[in-house]
């Protein structure tokens, strides 16, 4: 079984950054294309940014692309999410989400497994 532990989330003031890792307990994680996705409170899970297995191709979320960028080490069996000029409507649960395939994905029914999520609080 593959289980994903986020960490990195914290408060931070408006403007400034953040790195959330995302790290697997099996090295078959090198495998996955992966995702992050976020929940505010009140409102339905989103996506962020995904990244195919290669690490080759991305895909992000509107209002987030040019802020964040995500990346991975397969050596370290750990996927980041680089989080700058945060906003305070980026405060969520972030989590992190593994498929086993190429390609990267955007719905959560995509994804197999699932991390627990770190909060990340914007204050303004």
């Known amino acids: 079984q593959v289980r994903l532990t986020e960490s990195g989330g914290g408060l931070v003031q408006a403007g400034g950054s953040l790195r959330l890792s995302c790290t697997a307990n099996r090295g078959a994680f090198r495998e996955f294309a992966v995702g992050w996705y976020r929940q505010a409170p009140g409102k339905e899970r989103e996506f962020v940014a995904a990244?195919?297995?290669?690490?080759?191709?991305?895909d992000y979320a509107e209002s987030v692309k040019g802020r964040f960028a995500i990346s991975r080490s397969n050596d370290r069996n750990t996927v980041y999410l680089q989080m700058s000029d945060l906003k305070p409507e980026d405060t969520a649960v972030y989590s992190c989400?593994?498929?086993?395939?190429?390609?990267?994905?955007?719905?959560?029914?995509?994804?197999?497994?699932w991390g627990q999520g770190t909060q990340v609080t914007v204050s303004s």
């Open positions: 989400a593994g498929r086993r395939t190429i390609l990267t994905a955007r719905s959560t029914r995509d994804y197999d497994y």
């Open positions: 990244l195919s297995r290669s690490g080759a191709d991305s």
